[in-house]
């Protein structure tokens, strides 16, 4: 049990890579409390699984675009667990287009649910763990960011923003016990990437010679979770099989 | 929480500052700026607030912090919260 009496939020817990670290952070021993924000029974049904599992888990339905909504999600793990130890910031949407063709809103929707919803959601929580002294938050990121990918210019836009927001946070508050690391998973098998067209050609470039799976991304996150990784903050980890070397 | 005399809670805050930010208890007037006075980082204005809230067993929502400028301003704030 790596994480016992950890106490973690999950941003957009119900699906994909979110959804395997929910599971992950809860056979580890930690308990977690995740946001979705459109499918109910998504949730329910997680919590049930969950709670066959003897894991302690709360959902809640949040919107990481509004910080109100951020605040009531850090509020409600301080009530219901009595602490935030870990936050992963995961929710992120996409609306992949050429830029010739993307509309304002396109841009705006993506950079503020992915990037704001980052900030919003590091500052709701980052006062109780500087009180603490202690607290680790992890941002999904994607190699989109690092590499840059055709027709995902708001996408990777948002995503180099949060290495960014992972670098400096990590430098601005190392001194009060906090840990600030970034994932950049390459190509996973989840609902983003279902609907490809080009799978095979992807494939062919990437050096492993297939998708990811989401549980090998939630592996990565345990392990920034935890005091195996004490001594790495500010770092971006690729989760890619070898496809940005 | 009942409320506390303005005075006796003025000189316990007054401790709490001086010892946090490891100055003279008399160099902790009432109208000191933190910043600009007392040469105070966001550091020690966050062990301030955990401290009085420790002390007096409340909660003050962080967005107070801002408000935490002087001697003066931190019993304002702590009696608002205590007589809540």
């Not at chain 1, 601005?172 to 990437?193: H, K, L, Q």
């Not at chain 2, 506390?4 to 902790?28: S, T, Y």
């Amino acid at each position: 049990m790596l994480l016992k009496d950890k106490v973690a939020i999950v941003t957009g817990g119900t699906r994909g890579i979110g959804r395997a670290i929910v599971f992950e952070l809860v056979q580890n021993g930690a308990k977690v409390l995740f946001t979705y924000l459109q499918s109910d029974e998504s949730a329910g049904i997680i919590l049930d699984e969950i709670k066959e599992l003897r894991g302690d888990a709360e959902a809640m339905k949040a919107d990481v675009r509004l910080y109100d909504d951020a605040k009531k999600v850090a509020e409600e793990t301080i009530n219901k667990f009595g602490k935030i130890d870990i936050l992963v910031n995961n929710a992120g949407i996409t609306k992949d287009k050429a830029l010739m063709m993307m509309e304002p809103a396109e841009w705006l929707d993506v950079i503020n649910t992915n990037l704001t919803g980052y900030f919003n959601m590091s500052k709701a929580c980052i006062v109780a763990m500087m009180k603490q002294k202690s607290g680790i938050i992890i941002n999904i990121s994607s190699i989109s960011g690092i590499v840059g990918m055709p027709r995902q210019v708001n996408y990777s836009s948002a995503k180099a923003g949060e290495i960014g927001l992972t670098k400096s946070l990590a430098k601005e508050v190392a001194s009060y016990g906090i840990r600030v690391n970034a994932v950049a998973p390459g190509f996973i098998e989840t609902d983003m990437t279902k609907d490809l067209k080009s799978k095979e050609e992807i494939v062919k470039m990437i050096p492993a010679g297939r998708f990811g799976k989401p549980e090998e991304v939630a592996k990565v996150v345990t392990f920034l979770a935890c005091e195996r990784s004490g001594y790495i903050n500010g770092q971006v980890i690729k989760v890619d099989g070898g496809l940005a070397i | 929480m009942q409320a506390i005399d303005n005075k006796i809670l003025e000189n316990e805050l007054r401790a709490i500052i001086a010892e946090i930010v490891e100055i003279e208890p008399e160099k902790v007037t009432l109208n000191a700026n933190f910043v600009e006075d007392l040469g105070m980082d966001s550091m020690m204005a966050l062990e301030i607030l955990a401290s009085v809230e420790k002390k007096y067993k409340l909660r003050i929502p962080e967005e107070n912090l801002t408000k935490l400028t002087s001697l003066g301003k931190a019993v304002e704030l702590t009696n608002k919260f205590i007589n809540k």
